[in-house]
């Protein structure tokens, strides 16, 4: 019998909080993650180290901050490496013995070649490997490049995301037991376009519009207005999507649900195995999306709640209680060491989180004092900035744009910036030290040669413009 449990990893792209019953989505249909979190503890406060889908996915499955990593940037998924001299959770748990694949969207760079602890797996929704299954099955045929915007049309029996839930249960039936899994099922919805399965199940009139929708954005940073600007329009034009706010919620609303079928169909499978007391199950999204909040879509150069706070939900029967929720500040860069420390996994390996193990058993209000996110790049709108999530307080510090300070507490949907009053001049200075200790303790104070990373492949007057913002600023 194998000495460590069974891992079951089941990851969302850009899903919002607010799409899920148990996290009290008022537009929300998720029976299957509402079951599973009735049965673990619900993380109510897990945040992201970055907004974006390739630097968030580099913290997770590395264990450390996008500047540590050097995952900084939200390319493609062709330019950014996830370097082999980086050990993550996946090298760790397969050096103990775990039997390591994963399925689905990968975004993490040479995507065909097996790497980083995995035997097996290995599809993505941007390279050759689903693109070629799609068209080898001679059901479905589109002239190449298949794009998102036209895979996002392909029927549920072949879409993506069944293609992935359908390989995870694959892998399930067929493991023999000899030594545990660790498993990764990546979903890619509810990303945008917006189109695919489900999308016309709920009704525009039917949904409800976020408490923050009329936010004006005045007195914010400007690159948020230019986003705001940009994003809808280029969304909406490119999959012809009416332009109206509550029927996006409804499309993307209707994708969330796909998520729940497949997470529905997976947990099944695991359960028709017999497998599922002796697996620990971690149900998280990479990051959220604006969805409405603020009057923004999709995600872009902010710090919202919308973009930065994730569902995340963990079960594992007999040592985890059920029907529990956690209210402390989590931070995705604290999976891998909370997951090690559960499977009882002795490892050398040096994570920039913390294990939350003793916090999650006890559903505990308190874990950390702070949260930190960074920004490096958001495609058209260059941007650097800088995050800090306490208990009271969000800073986010821009570079070449005026920063944000919301009171979290009294104005929970953040519609107040403070950064500029007078009287928060202390906050502020506060925030900013936590900020430059957070540098310190994970070498990312030399923030110019940080940049020069990125300089790589890089256009020079990209990398002068970021160095010039960071000569305006000290941290």
């Not at 994570?351 to 874990?367: E, N, V």
Request: hydrophobic share 35%; net charge negative.
């Amino acid at each position: 019998m194998p000495k460590h449990p069974n891992i079951l990893f089941i990851t969302t792209d850009q899903q919002n909080c607010n799409t899920l019953g148990c996290y009290g989505g008022s537009n929300a249909l998720s029976p299957n993650l509402d079951k599973l979190a009735s049965e673990g503890v619900l993380l109510d406060r897990a945040y992201v180290t970055c907004p974006l889908c390739v630097p968030s996915r580099g913290s997770i499955m590395s264990g450390r901050y996008p500047h540590v990593s050097g995952i900084m940037l939200n390319d493609d998924g062709r330019d950014i490496e996830y370097s082999d001299t980086i050990n993550g959770l996946s090298d760790v748990l397969h050096d103990s013995g775990y039997d390591c694949a994963y399925f689905g969207k990968w975004h993490l760079g040479r995507d065909e070649q097996v790497q980083h602890g995995f035997e097996e797996g290995w599809e993505t929704f941007l390279r050759d490997s689903y693109e070629n299954w799609l068209q080898s099955s001679g059901q479905f045929s589109f002239p190449k490049p298949l794009n998102v915007h036209r895979r996002a049309l392909v029927p549920e029996p072949l879409a993506h995301d069944t293609h992935a839930a359908n390989r995870t249960i694959d892998f399930l039936k067929n493991h023999k037991g000899d030594k545990p899994f660790a498993l990764w099922c990546a979903l890619r919805a509810p990303h945008d376009p917006y189109v695919g399965p489900y999308t016309d199940k709920f009704k525009a009139e039917d949904m409800q519009l976020p408490g923050n929708v009329s936010d004006s954005l005045i007195g914010k940073p400007v690159c948020q207005r230019n986003s705001w600007s940009k994003k809808y329009t280029e969304v909406i034009e490119k999959v012809s999507m009416p332009d109206d706010l509550k029927a996006v919620i409804a499309r993307y609303q209707g994708l969330s649900y796909f998520v729940d079928v497949n997470v529905g169909r997976v947990l099944d499978a695991l359960r028709g195995q017999n497998m599922d007391q002796d697996t620990i199950v971690v149900f998280h999204s990479d990051h959220g999306d604006m969805m409405g909040g603020h009057g923004l879509i999709t995600k872009g150069p902010y710090m919202y709640e919308e973009t930065n706070r994730v569902p995340f939900i963990i079960r594992y029967p007999g040592k985890l209680p059920a029907n529990k929720r956690m209210s402390g500040l989590f931070s995705l860069v604290d999976l891998a060491p909370t997951i090690l420390d559960l499977t009882g996994i002795k490892h050398a390996e040096h994570f920039d989180g913390y294990s939350a193990m003793s916090a999650i058993k006890q559903a505990a209000p308190h874990f950390r004092d702070a949260v930190f996110a960074e920004i490096f790049e958001i495609i058209d709108q260059r941007c650097l900035v800088l995050n800090v999530r306490t208990e009271k307080w969000k800073y986010n510090m821009y570079f070449g744009d005026i920063d944000e300070l919301y009171d979290m507490e009294n104005d929970p949907l953040e519609l107040t910036n403070l950064a500029e009053q007078p009287g928060m001049v202390t906050v502020v200075d506060g925030l900013q030290k936590t900020l430059q200790q957070w540098l310190l303790e994970t070498g990312g104070l030399d923030m110019v040669s940080l940049l020069a990373k990125l300089g790589k492949d890089r256009p020079m007057n990209y990398l002068s413009k970021q160095i010039g913002m960071m000569a305006t600023r000290s941290i």
